[in-house]
């Protein structure tokens, strides 16, 4: 059973559009993540939420404890941006859980 | 400032045989952490580590453990290999325990055959 949903699961767009990447998990956390894995394997620690919002450059993340989910956004969208955005919580009892991850093309 | 360590980089392995990974944290981080990355699967946590001690497991046979040295440095070793196993193996360290940000290393490739 995966205990972290994201969608979509696949997003190609065209350079310098807004992009929205959905994650929602079950129960309660005391974390998310967000990370970036290019091709290759390296993975890049985005964001950690437990409220509110963060932004970074042209990446911007929110959360909404309420309703179990988190939006990864980002602006101006680049080429370089493609990668796989994975979305990981961390529950309570301190488990890690993994979303599928969304495979995004941006093209020139 | 040195990244995340993680060696060998690529380890070819044989049915029922043993491996030890090596992960190396940033300096300072005192919290190791190991996932397990396969295609079909996608992420899964294995384990974490704080100051030597395992704080968290995740759902994986006893086949899996680790250890935390006290310069912090992790190692994770499998035994017993099972075809299964072969996957991209990650470590990634933090400053604190649990609320960190993680950076991690490159990982270890590894193959079972």
């Known amino acids: 059973k995966n205990e972290v949903e994201q969608s979509p699961q696949n997003l190609t767009a065209q350079e310098g559009e807004f992009i929205t990447i959905n994650c929602s998990y079950s129960?309660?956390?005391?974390?998310l993540h967000w990370l970036q894995q290019h091709p290759g394997g390296g993975i890049v620690s985005l964001f950690m939420?437990?409220?509110g919002k963060k932004k970074h450059g042209r990446l911007i993340a929110t959360i909404n404890i309420q309703e179990k989910h988190s939006s990864l956004h980002i602006t101006a969208s680049h080429p370089r941006d493609s990668a796989v955005y994975i979305c990981a919580v961390r529950y309570t009892g301190n488990q890690f859980y993994f979303g599928t991850g969304t495979s995004l093309t941006v093209i020139p | 400032k040195a990244g995340v360590t993680q060696t060998p980089r690529y380890l070819i392995k044989t049915r029922g045989q043993q491996v030890t990974l090596s992960c190396s944290p940033i300096?300072?981080?005192?919290?190791v952490s190991w996932y397990q990355q396969t295609p079909g699967q996608g992420l899964q946590f294995l384990f974490e580590y704080f100051s030597e001690t395992q704080r968290n497991k995740g759902n994986f046979p006893g086949r899996f453990s680790g250890r935390q040295f006290s310069n912090s440095r992790s190692e994770m070793n499998v035994s017993t290999l099972e075809l299964g196993d072969s996957a991209l193996y990650l470590c990634?360290?933090?400053?604190?325990?649990?609320?960190?940000?993680?950076?991690f290393g490159s990982g270890t490739r590894l193959t079972v055959v």
């Open positions: 129960v309660g956390i005391s974390a």
């Open positions: 990634a360290s933090s400053y604190t325990f649990p609320l960190g940000g993680y950076t």
């Open positions: 939420l437990s409220s």
């Open positions: 300096s300072g981080h005192r919290s």
